[in-house]
């Protein structure tokens, strides 16, 4: 099998920038963002000798997220300025490098990531690892897609394949957007279900199986109280839209 790499550009710069300290050159220019980002690629490339490598980059500006939810992000502090400064650098890097960037408007540089993998998943011959420090790509996991990410700092390095997602949450990737609809994601702002924690969203997925299913037992009022407590009942009820 043929081996794609695909860089999560943006991830790695706010991994590498937040684990190591402020490193400068000798012109004073901060510089610890542009060193962790290299580290990994070269660790990459020597850890898995890839045949292919692309990278993707958010732009500047809103995206559709924002279109369909204002409040998308709002309450994340925007990141120093000194870590902007070194995008420009990274891409330099990456360019020196001979690797082709992709990205478009209005998308992050995950969903680019997500159409890439979305076009290979029924490729045979081809093995895709998505190399990144956000764990929301583990809803990418397939057949032939693993996560290849960076647990803790900057050495801590574990792959992702669907038995190791089914590990460390009990479920499956393929499970991964109906339990962060349930929880929400404090990080992105988005909501979830109020009072649904990550025990209970686990415990409903393990239990149902998938969102659709755990609404559609809710309409069977005899059944669903002897499945669940009175108040999550309550909670998945109020907290459905």
């Given amino acids: 099998m043929k081996k794609l790499i ?3 550009g943006n991830a ?8 190591l300290p402020a490193l400068t050159s000798n012109k004073g220019v901060v510089t610890n963002a542009v060193y962790g980002f290299t580290s990994i690629l ?3 490339i020597k850890d898995l000798k890839p045949d292919y490598i692309a990278a993707a980059f958010d732009l500047a500006g809103p995206t559709f997220r924002h279109e369909q939810f204002e409040d998308y992000k709002i309450l994340r502090v925007k990141a120093p300025d000194e870590l902007y400064r070194q995008i420009p650098i990274v891409k330099e890097v990456v ?11 209005g998308y992050e540089a995950d969903d ?3 159409t890439i993998v979305k076009n290979l998943e029924d490729d045979k011959n081809m ?3 998505i190399v990144t420090g956000d764990m929301d790509t583990l809803q990418l996991i397939r057949d032939n897609t693993k996560v290849y990410t960076l647990r803790k700092g900057m050495s801590d390095v574990v792959i992702y394949n669907a038995e190791e997602v089914k590990k460390r949450f009990g479920f499956g990737p ?3 957007i109906d339990y962060k609809a349930l929880r929400g994601d404090t990080s992105d702002n988005i909501p979830g279900v109020p009072g649904i924690g990550e025990k209970t969203a686990t415990e409903l997925i393990l239990k149902f199986g998938s969102l659709d299913n755990i609404y559609k037992q809710l309409k069977d009022v005899e059944k669903i109280t002897k499945e669940l407590k009175h108040g999550v009942i309550k909670k998945l009820t109020e907290g459905k839209e």
């Fill in 12 to 19: 790695l710069v706010h991994r590498a920038f937040h684990a």
């Fill in 95 to 105: 360019a020196t490098f001979g690797i082709p960037v992709y990205e478009m408007k």
């Fill in 174 to 176: 393929e499970k991964m």
């Fill in 6 to 8: 695909l860089i999560d």
């Fill in 112 to 114: 680019v990531i997500g």
């Fill in 42 to 44: 070269l660790r990459t």
């Fill in 127 to 129: 093995e895709v690892f």
